[in-house]
């Protein structure tokens, strides 16, 4: 997957260079796939199956000449994964939005979710092995009814918990607070045995900083996840923005200090507990 800066170029003019890219691609032994269009970050990433980086790059320069800015190797189940299988583009290879008007470009941002139980490597020294697998079932049952409810798909399970991804921002936010209801409703039916999940979530483009499919973006919603206390939802400014005039509340935390980043990262709080 590439990245292009658009700067002037139009919408109209990616369109006409993909198009190009599909009569040179022979040649250098490459298959330009689709492509996602961010018009209002002005830029364009492009999926394709290619020997190498330098193969795609050479395609696009005798093409068209918009060279990408940058490169990286994806394994195809996991962009299927983050960007989804059943992807429905339009006569020029540019990727809908799910769920959009018939023309709406789909930008290719992606929120990221993960869930953790609490406590999770004590619940089989303190309730044994069969007791503490169901538990951990009703924490993956109540995830992927979430999910499946809300438009998340689910990348990988982590052991204690589950990664997914979302198109909406809104539904990952609408998804996490299903999830503490769900279980706060158990807790207040079994009290005996409750069970505790922190959940963190952040938002971003396919191709960032590093050389990993959505890879700030996954290590953020995992830094926010491990910072949460229980219970508790803790999520990015990009997602605290993205989520303005969708009915959701948010407590903003202020920056925090969140291992493997530089600098402070600013975050917030998803209100999600019912008024009585």
């Known amino acids: 997957m590439d990245i292009h800066e658009l700067g002037d170029v139009s919408v109209e003019d990616v369109a006409k260079a993909h198009l190009a890219d599909l009569e040179a691609q022979e040649k250098y032994g490459v ?26 790059n050479s395609c696009h320069r005798e093409a068209h000449g918009l060279i990408a800015q940058k490169i990286i190797e994806v394994q195809p189940e996991l962009a299927d994964g983050f960007l989804g299988r059943d992807i429905q583009t339009d006569a020029a290879g540019a990727v809908l939005l799910p769920g959009g008007a018939a023309d709406d470009r789909d930008p290719g941002i992606r929120t990221v979710l993960f869930t953790d139980i609490v406590n999770s490597t004590t619940f089989t020294q303190s309730l044994g092995d069969e ?92 830094r926010l996840c491990a910072y949460a206390r229980p219970e508790q939802i803790l999520v990015s400014n990009a997602i605290a923005e993205l989520c303005i005039g969708k009915g959701l509340l948010f407590e903003d935390l202020g920056e925090v200090v969140l291992k493997g980043f530089g600098s402070p990262v600013r975050a917030h709080v998803a209100a999600w507990r019912q008024a009585n």
């Open 131 to 222: 007791a503490a697998l169901a538990l951990f079932g009703v924490h993956d049952t109540i995830v992927r009814d979430a999910l499946s409810t809300l438009g998340g798909r689910e990348i990988k399970h982590t052991g204690d918990g589950i990664m997914a991804s979302f198109v909406s921002a809104a539904g990952a936010v609408r998804c996490a607070i299903q999830i503490q209801r769900e279980l706060a409703k158990r807790e207040k039916a079994q009290p005996d045995r409750p069970l505790k999940v922190r959940v963190g979530a952040a938002a971003g483009e396919p191709v960032e900083q590093d050389n990993d499919l959505f890879g700030m973006t996954v290590q953020l919603a995992a």
């Open 31 to 56: 298959n330009y796939l689709k492509y996602w269009v961010n018009e209002k970050c002005g830029k364009v990433f492009c999926l394709v199956e290619a020997p190498n980086a330098e193969a795609a």
